[in-house]
């Protein structure tokens, strides 16, 4: 069993930046693909962005390629979104995933397991 617990997340002005973290416990997250997704107020969930288990190979969705930045530190069992300039558009709960066949998810389909998530405000 892994539990992924989010942090980083706040209110940031348009243009700032936020880092976003997802901590592992219960297991080790060096063999998991993680995926990060977001959840607009009324809107479905998105997809956002992933790493794989190593992190050789990441890759984004159109709305934040350029932008935002994952990366992960597997001794620190933590995986973790930069998210630079920041626009009202990008607020919503981020949440982290876990896939323990270490995929980048791009669907909720075959996600593992699901951080709480955490909120980002971006303000205009």
């Known amino acids: 069993q892994v539990q992924l617990v989010e942090s980083g997340g706040g209110l940031v002005q348009a243009g700032g930046s936020l880092r976003l973290s997802c901590t592992a416990s219960?297991?080790?997250?060096?063999?998991?693909?993680v995926a990060w997704f977001r959840q607009a107020r009324e809107k479905e969930r998105e997809f956002v962005g992933g790493i794989s288990r190593n992190g050789d190979y990441t890759y984004y969705s159109d709305s934040v390629k350029g932008r935002f930045t994952i990366s992960r530190d597997n001794a620190k069992n933590t995986v973790y979104l930069q998210m630079n300039s920041l626009k009202p558009e990008d607020t919503a709960v981020y949440y982290c995933?876990?896939?323990?066949?270490?995929?980048?998810?791009?669907?909720?389909?075959?996600?593992?397991?699901w951080g709480q998530g955490t909120q980002v405000t971006v303000s205009s």
């Open positions: 995933a876990a896939d323990r066949l270490g995929h980048i998810r791009v669907s909720e389909t075959g996600i593992d397991y």
């Open positions: 219960g297991r080790t997250l060096s063999s998991y693909g």
